[in-house]
């Protein structure tokens, strides 16, 4: 691997002539700085910017850990956090905790050996152990679609507890009277708090929790989406709304139901969460909450950004968390024939 070294030996020049050339080239004469230019594109020389963050003490990269990327949901809010970073000259490292606080942890260490500048997060480990051993590196982080109770970082999350109420009103304004809650792990807060939405909208329409039936399951993908389905299908009587709390568990409900031959809405109205883009382009459009996963992502950026900036001990950074407000998205797939 060609060095700085190199560099300078073949351009007849010192090791801080070269340096100067890649980091401060107006204090080099012309002519030096184009023979030196010169040599670098002959031998291929590029700097190991991993040196030169140790140097300096401050990398250009931000890690991203998210729950699932097989999930278009974080696909968005990892563009919208490259944009901000790109924008500050950064780079962002994507890592995938597969719902694994096993799989977290590994990471989390590999972010401090790696010295990253900081994380931004979406937890799987539900304990916080795994953060609370990672908050005595000094790295910091900002919490992603989860709200922090404390003060030890930012948080931009959204109001799922809102966004399970619209979904639910929205079942009960077709005329349905008893509900389905399809789930994740509860142990999530997402799940939790989606929950909690649709019981304060029963309370609304002056139902009894006892109307609303929670299918729990392992994951939030579309395999766990297909066999909750089939204990829909197994239900007696047959749900005639269920409400999932997120779109790939809509979809493996929707591809579920289909199979059966039981009609969508007809036979069973379905709203999921998230309103990736694969909701609208379902076999039955689908009916979902939408989060803004772009601007998710790029505000969590955005404020780890000025934590660790130049200008965070002047201005004294303050951690914030931000709440962003969900939508109601209306397709197909919940539509009751009265209303069509």
């Given at each position: 691997?060609?060095?700085?070294?190199?560099?300078?030996?073949?351009?007849?020049?010192?090791?801080?002539?070269?340096?100067?050339?890649?980091?401060?080239p107006?204090?080099?004469?012309?002519?030096?700085?184009?023979?030196?230019?010169?040599?670098?594109?002959?031998?291929?020389?590029?700097?190991?910017?991993s040196?030169?963050?140790?140097?300096?003490?401050?990398?250009?990269i931000?890690?991203?850990?998210?729950?699932?990327?097989?999930?278009p949901f974080?696909?968005?809010?990892?563009?919208?956090?490259?944009?901000?970073?790109?924008?500050?000259?950064?780079?962002?490292?994507?890592?995938?905790?597969?719902?694994?606080?096993?799989?977290?942890?590994?990471?989390?260490?590999?972010?401090?050996?790696?010295?990253?500048?900081?994380?931004?997060?979406?937890?799987?480990?539900?304990?916080?152990?795994?953060l609370?051993?990672?908050?005595?590196?000094?790295?910091?982080?900002?919490?992603?679609?989860?709200?922090?109770?404390?003060?030890?970082?930012?948080?931009?999350?959204?109001?799922?507890?809102?966004?399970?109420?619209?979904?639910?009103?929205?079942?009960?304004?077709?005329g349905?009277?008893?509900?389905?809650?399809?789930?994740g792990?509860?142990?999530?807060?997402?799940?939790?708090?989606?929950?909690?939405?649709?019981?304060?909208?029963?309370?609304?329409?002056?139902?009894?929790?006892?109307?609303?039936?929670?299918?729990?399951?392992?994951?939030?993908?579309?395999?766990?989406?297909?066999?909750?389905?089939?204990?829909?299908?197994?239900?007696?009587?047959?749900?005639?709304?269920?409400?999932?709390?997120?779109?790939?568990?809509?979809?493996?409900?929707?591809?579920?139901?289909?199979?059966?031959?039981?009609?969508?809405?007809?036979?069973?109205?379905?709203?999921?969460?998230?309103?990736i883009?694969?909701?609208?382009?379902?076999?039955?459009?689908?009916?979902?909450?939408?989060?803004?996963?772009?601007?998710?992502?790029?505000t969590?950026?955005?404020?780890?950004?000025e934590?660790?900036?130049?200008?965070?001990?002047?201005?004294?950074?303050?951690?914030?968390?931000?709440?962003?407000?969900?939508?109601?998205?209306?397709?197909?797939?919940?539509?009751?024939?009265?209303?069509?």
């Amino acid at each position: 691997m060609v060095g700085i070294k190199d560099v300078a030996r073949r351009a007849g020049v010192s090791v801080g002539t070269v340096s100067n050339v890649i980091n401060r080239p107006e204090m080099v004469a012309e002519e030096t700085r184009t023979r030196v230019q010169a040599v670098i594109t002959q031998l291929g020389y590029v700097r190991s910017e991993s040196a030169r963050q140790l140097r300096a003490g401050r990398s250009r990269i931000i890690a991203l850990l998210v729950l699932d990327m097989a999930n278009p949901f974080f696909a968005d809010v990892a563009t919208g956090a490259e944009r901000a970073a790109r924008e500050e000259g950064l780079g962002v490292m994507l890592c995938n905790s597969a719902q694994s606080p096993a799989e977290e942890a590994d990471y989390l260490s590999l972010f401090a050996e790696q010295r990253v500048r900081g994380v931004l997060i979406t937890p799987a480990d539900t304990t916080g152990r795994s953060l609370a051993d990672f908050r005595r590196h000094g790295i910091p982080y900002v919490m992603v679609d989860r709200l922090v109770s404390g003060d030890e970082c930012c948080s931009v999350s959204v109001d799922d507890v809102t966004g399970g109420t619209l979904a639910a009103r929205h079942l009960l304004a077709q005329g349905h009277r008893e509900l389905v809650y399809v789930s994740g792990p509860m142990q999530l807060s997402q799940c939790r708090d989606r929950h909690t939405g649709v019981l304060a909208a029963l309370r609304e329409a002056g139902l009894p929790p006892e109307a609303l039936t929670l299918v729990e399951g392992e994951r939030l993908d579309v395999a766990a989406g297909r066999d909750a389905g089939a204990r829909l299908l197994g239900m007696t009587p047959r749900p005639t709304a269920v409400f999932c709390a997120n779109d790939l568990l809509a979809l493996g409900v929707l591809q579920t139901l289909f199979a059966a031959g039981v009609p969508v809405p007809d036979g069973m109205a379905l709203v999921g969460y998230d309103d990736i883009e694969f909701a609208a382009a379902a076999a039955v459009p689908l009916t979902s909450v939408r989060q803004p996963a772009y601007r998710m992502g790029r505000t969590a950026a955005d404020l780890l950004i000025e934590e660790t900036g130049e200008d965070a001990a002047r201005y004294r950074h303050r951690h914030q968390k931000i709440v962003l407000q969900p939508e109601l998205v209306v397709r197909d797939s919940s539509i009751s024939a009265a209303h069509r």
